[in-house]
């Protein structure tokens, strides 16, 4: 390959490169601004949370919003309230919130802390308001005490980002919640029942049940 083209390849692939990071830019600041007058919208809501509902984290706003959330949801992170109480969007309750999640990060602390863990919900969400999903799973008072006794027996072990779906020893925020529902309450909460799970199938998974439940805020 001549030095000309080899220059010609490497502009053509700068400059792609550069038009896809300024359309990222571009919806980026779109979706933020969409999700400041979201929150505006619905500062007023309060929403009522049980043991076992899910907390679901959509990357954008405007997906979040929309009938297909789950499209938004790249990477995407959730987690399991394990008690139950009324927050107020208002008040941004999730400092009262236990939940149950693996993660690398505990953003608002801005620490690395990959296991698996209970934590406020506000750790690593609270900044998320307004693409936030409270997903109703109507567990019965026996099953929310499998699901906590199942977190509790299980608190500690390492996240790993590329953790396999039936892997019991380590987790990532996905394969955590699906292992707890098909552990302790025997429901299979992956959508399509492939060999991996992502955070897209769990929320797929109950937005195609008939009395789906999911609430955004």
């Known amino acids: 390959m001549s030095k000309h083209r080899r220059k010609r390849i490497k502009k053509v692939f700068l400059y792609t490169l550069g038009t896809i990071a300024l359309i990222y830019i571009l919806f ?8 400041r007058h979201v929150n505006q919208k619905n500062s007023k809501e309060t929403i009522s949370i049980e043991c076992g509902d899910i907390i679901y984290k959509v990357t954008s ?9 789950h499209c938004g949801s790249l990477p995407g992170h959730l987690g399991i309230f394990l008690s139950d ?8 309750g999730l400092d009262k919130m236990l939940v149950a999640e693996s993660s690398l990060f505990n953003i608002k602390e801005k620490k690395i802390m990959p296991v698996l863990r209970i934590n406020p919900a506000e750790n690593n969400y609270s900044y998320a308001v307004g693409r936030l999903l409270v997903i109703k799973t109507h567990m019965s008072d026996n099953q929310k005490k499998k699901l906590q006794e199942y977190v509790k027996l299980n608190c500690g072990k390492p996240y790993r980002l590329l953790a396999k779906k039936n892997d019991s020893i380590s987790f990532n925020c996905a394969t955590f919640v ?7 309450v025997n429901i299979d909460v992956d959508a399509n029942g492939g060999k991996t799970v992502l955070p897209a199938d769990i929320l797929s998974y109950f937005m195609k049940k008939e009395d789906a439940e999911i609430i955004r805020f």
């Not at 980026?28 to 999700?35: A, F, H, W």
């Not at 699906?178 to 302790?184: K, L, R, V």
Request: glycine residues 4%; proline residues 3%; aromatic residues 22%.
């Open 85 to 92: 109480t009324t927050i107020s969007v208002f008040n941004n």
């Open 28 to 35: 980026y600041s779109v979706d933020r601004m969409y999700g």
């Open 61 to 69: 706003f405007m997906m979040a919003d929309s009938q297909y959330p």
């Open 178 to 184: 699906w292992n707890a529902f098909n552990s302790a």
